[in-house]
């Protein structure tokens, strides 16, 4: 895929608003790439705390903002849409997994079936990218596990032949290494600067061979 002078939205949480970063304007993955590749416009929609699937009960009016219904609230004219999400899913919030057979957006299948069902209609003609969640500190809380969230993905996006960056298998991000929390990740979950590079560097190499 050619990049230079291409318009693109980035749909996510905190790693995408660059919560980690020391410098919000420059340093977020997605401005590296808009900086390095000439695109034309990089327009970043993230939001901290939000999730993909939509909540039962109300938890925060900022973290309820979840992606389905911010869709159409994106530019319109993107060449590019990247959506990066599906740690706060693990996180926190009521919305249960789900299976693949779902179609509400209520748990996390149902939410990234009509996610890209939306994403799908509002963008025929467009490149559609979904990247994996990454490895952070704690992975398992009770029966719920990220990995799940990471295969979801995987699967939902399989089925619209949606291409997936796999940030979980290939972003060389594991906290549990202590050299690679100091380096990259301080917090045990949001990239540093140096985190951000690693992201850039392999959705850069992604895009490209597309």
């Not at 748990?107 to 996610?115: D, I, S």
């Amino acid at each position: 895929m050619e990049l230079k002078g291409i318009k693109a939205n980035f749909l996510g949480d905190s790693m995408t608003q660059g919560q980690g970063v020391t410098d919000q304007e420059h340093n977020i993955f997605w401005q590296r790439l808009k900086r390095e590749c000439g695109l034309a416009e990089a327009r970043g929609y993230g939001i901290s705390g939000t999730r993909i699937a939509r909540q039962h009960l109300r938890e925060d009016p900022q973290f309820d903002q979840d992606f389905l219904s911010r869709v159409e609230a994106m530019d319109d004219d993107a060449d590019l849409i990247v959506v990066f999400g599906g740690t706060n899913d693990f996180g926190h919030g009521d919305a249960p997994l789900g299976v693949m057979g779902d179609r509400t957006p209520y748990t996390f299948y149902g939410a990234c079936h009509r996610l890209m069902q939306n994403l799908i209609t509002k963008y025929p003609e467009s490149q559609i990218v979904f990247m994996t969640p990454i490895h952070r500190k704690v992975e398992i809380k009770g029966e719920r596990k990220l990995h799940d969230f990471v295969v979801a993905i995987r699967q939902v996006a399989e089925y619209y032949g949606i291409p997936v960056l796999d940030l979980y298998a290939t972003s060389g991000l594991q906290p549990e290494v202590k050299i690679i929390t100091e380096k990259y990740c301080p917090d045990g979950l949001h990239p540093n600067d140096a985190g951000h590079e690693k992201i850039y560097k392999r959705l850069r190499g992604f895009l490209e061979a597309l």
